[in-house]
């Protein structure tokens, strides 16, 4: 289903009064009203989806689809109920949901240092470009869950397989958006930098990879869901242990409830990392606001 | 230090395409001079000046700083481009981009804080090393830029349209800082820019460009006095017999001179 256009949420800006020039900024307050409107507009879909779930949950009484108030309940039984030294979250959680994210920042991690600086090789080089771009644009085509079983042949069942399969999936992404990133980098700013006679290296650091880094951001931000999407079912295929073999166990013995909690918790980890992410986003970018005073 | 034009040819494009921009030209800056180039756009001023800076190949010819001929960005040199959102790196503080710069010359921590200290003071921007350049104005963010080839101590400094994208006002203050800052670092200036007015107001000597192909048409003496003053050298009558001179060299470089 495709969401409908959500409706217009502010009244458009009233023309300013004052002569264009001085662009009328709404206040501190008006903003964050206007925030929380929007956010509240966003919401309004989720809830719907919501209130039918628990309707049809409680009519129906399937085994299968509970009502959303008693998944809730379970998430709270399973993954929270911790003593405040553990800041409330249940043993099992900390167990399954490190061992999940450790693979995760294993294998993103990795992705993340070698698609950088594959990239920055590829954006640099138009000679090792043309050699390598076909077979990075090859492996980046490939649906990621092929590379499962043969992440499994080398590795066998073990934590080094999910990671490997993590990296492998997302550091595509960032290659190649790395290296588009840095092919595109502003010549001005290159020709700044060589006339300040700066070291490689500082070329490197501190001016072609932070000038590249909306679109490097742009190519993490897309890996990392894919990596989250892999870490999942990477265990739901093969393993002993971590969050989508919680949903694979819960599953097959019929606890229909776990298993909805599991999803659950899954869905909250990727949106905490994803705001995370934005966050870290938006302050790494912000003299990408490059407007600011120039007109003055 | 000398920056010697010698004989120094550039065309751009290969074969059937290639168009000369520049013919056989050459030019000396001496020591501490300040020296005006003044022409129409397009007539391959800024082509000369990065030929210069080291930043382009001449097609044939050598350019030189001092004795030494120059094959890429010599130390010593500096460059404030015209457009300083892009030559600035808005990704850093004013501070950052000022100890990039300073990156080639190997200091001290301690030496680096002051140079960079005493740079920003000279332009008026003491205390700002903390701000982005997107934070700033346009007339902040040129002086920026001059603290940045300021910073390093340089011998020579090129200025490639500094002021074209700063309103009057600014552009005035921006001039006398220039001024000044050149007697205080003890630099020698190739000043680059399309304003009539302002090559005659800066220069020690004017070096007026024709287009098409790119030639010196003139090199005129500037026998102001200084300290220079915005109203009342440009009230002075040498002033204003230079102006209409260079103004008839750039507008019709191919008249003979009205006595
Ligand atoms: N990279 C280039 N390739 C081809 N032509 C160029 C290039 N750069 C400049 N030109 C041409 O050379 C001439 C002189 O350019 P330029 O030195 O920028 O002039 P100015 O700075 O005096 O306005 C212009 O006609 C311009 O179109
Ligand atoms: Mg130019």
Redesign the interface.
């Known amino acids: 289903m495709t969401s409908p256009t959500t409706p217009p949420l502010t009244p458009p800006l009233t023309p300013p009064l004052t002569p264009p020039l001085t662009r009328t900024r709404p206040g501190r307050a008006t903003t964050a009203l206007r925030r929380t409107a929007a956010g509240v507009g966003n919401l309004w879909l989720l809830a719907l989806v919501l209130v039918l779930w628990e309707v049809y949950g409680r009519v129906s009484e399937s085994l299968f689809v509970p009502p959303i108030s008693r998944i809730l309940e379970n998430f709270g039984d399973v993954w929270l109920g911790g003593p405040a030294s553990q800041l409330f979250l249940s043993d099992l959680f900390w167990s399954e949901v490190t061992t999940s994210l450790s693979r995760f920042a294993r294998g993103w991690g990795l992705a993340v240092v070698v698609g950088i600086a594959c990239g920055v090789v590829l954006g640099r080089s138009p000679v090792i470009a043309q050699m390598y771009g076909p077979v990075v644009r090859f492996f980046a085509a490939i649906p990621n869950t092929v590379l499962l079983p043969i992440a499994v042949q080398i590795f066998g069942v073990a934590s080094n397989m999910n990671v490997f399969l993590i990296f492998l999936g997302s550091v595509w992404v960032v290659m190649i958006n790395t290296a588009d990133g840095v092919a595109g980098v502003?010549p001005?700013?290159l020709?700044?930098a060589?006339?300040?006679?700066?070291?490689r290296w500082?070329l490197y650091a501190?001016?072609i990879v932070?000038?590249a880094?909306p679109q490097i951001l742009a190519g993490l931000r897309v890996s990392l869901g894919i990596g989250l999407i892999l870490m999942v079912i990477s265990e739901l295929y093969a393993t002993t242990e971590g969050l989508g073999f919680q949903i694979v166990v819960a599953q097959s013995s019929f606890r229909y409830l776990d298993m909805w909690s599991a999803f659950v918790l899954i869905g909250l980890i990727g949106i905490v990392l994803n705001l995370a992410f934005g966050r870290i986003e938006t302050r790494l970018l912000?003299?990408?606001?490059?407007?600011?005073?120039?007109a003055? | 230090m000398n920056v010697v034009v010698d004989r120094v040819r550039k065309s751009y494009g290969r074969g059937a395409e290639a168009r000369e921009v520049l013919t056989e030209t050459s030019l000396t800056v001496r020591s501490q001079e300040f020296v005006s180039i003044v022409g129409p756009s397009g007539c391959g001023k800024s082509t000369l000046l990065m030929m210069m800076?080291?930043?382009l190949k001449p097609s044939s010819g050598e350019i030189r700083l001092g004795d030494e001929p120059v094959t890429?960005?010599p130390?010593g040199l500096?460059?404030v481009?015209q457009?300083y959102?892009?030559?600035?790196?808005?990704?850093?503080s004013v501070r950052r981009n000022l100890t990039?710069?300073l990156?080639?010359s190997r200091l001290g921590k301690e030496e680096q804080r002051s140079r960079v200290e005493h740079a920003l003071e000279s332009v008026g921007l003491a205390g700002k090393g903390e701000m982005?350049?997107?934070?700033?104005?346009?007339g902040m963010?040129q002086r920026v830029a001059i603290a940045?080839a300021l910073v390093t101590e340089p011998t020579v400094m090129l200025m490639d349209e500094p002021f074209a994208a700063v309103d009057a006002q600014t552009r005035a203050d921006l001039e006398d800082l220039v001024l000044r800052v050149r007697h205080e670092y003890d630099v020698t200036v190739a000043f680059v820019t399309h304003d009539i007015d302002e090559s005659v107001y800066m220069a020690d000597r004017i070096v007026v460009l024709a287009a098409n192909p790119g030639r010196i048409a003139a090199d005129l003496t500037v026998d102001l006095p200084r300290p220079r003053d915005q109203v009342e050298t440009k009230l002075d009558a040498r002033f204003a017999k230079l102006r209409s001179e260079v103004f008839r060299l750039v507008m019709r470089p191919d008249t003979p001179a009205s006595a």
């Open positions: 502003d001005m700013w020709r700044s060589r006339s300040l006679r700066v070291p500082v501190r001016v932070p000038a880094a912000r003299w990408q606001r490059r407007t600011g005073l120039d003055l | 800076a080291g930043l890429g960005p130390a500096s460059v481009f457009d959102s892009r030559s600035l790196f808005p990704w850093m990039t710069a990156t080639a982005y350049p997107w934070q700033m104005s346009g963010q940045r």
